[in-house]
């Protein structure tokens, strides 16, 4: 199982940044997705998560109103689209795939907000 994310990279506060994941190798065709952040000396935190159909999604409070998340299940490929950024979203960002109790991470894009 592989997660490649990307699209990642350096932007101006109060700017957007789409990213994406794609997910290769998992034999289940049903599995949710997510993603999470890690800034600087501190904890990987959740960010979003989206079921298989899309029909159920999470946001963490500071994504709520700013951040997207959506799946294209025919490409494999998971978005975030991050509106209105803010210099403390800087952080790796991190895609997660799970199916049957089990999680899948990707090595992670850098997201950087300049201010």
């Known amino acids: 199982v592989q997660l490649q994310a990307s699209g990642g990279g350096l932007v101006q506060a109060g700017g957007s940044l789409s990213i994406s994941c794609v997910v290769t190798?998992?034999?289940?065709?049903?599995?949710?997705v997510g993603w999470f952040r890690q800034a600087p000396g501190k904890e990987r935190e959740f960010v979003a998560s989206a079921s298989w159909s899309g029909a159920t999604i999470y946001y963490a409070d500071f994504a709520k109103g700013r951040f997207t998340i959506s799946r294209d299940n025919a490409k494999n490929t998971v978005y975030l689209q991050m509106n209105s950024l803010k210099s403390e979203d800087t952080a790796v960002y991190y895609c997660?795939?799970?199916?049957?109790?089990?999680?899948?991470w990707g090595q992670g894009t850098l997201v950087t907000v300049s201010s």
């Open positions: 190798g998992l034999s289940s065709s049903d599995y949710g």
């Open positions: 997660n795939a799970r199916t049957s109790g089990l999680n899948y």
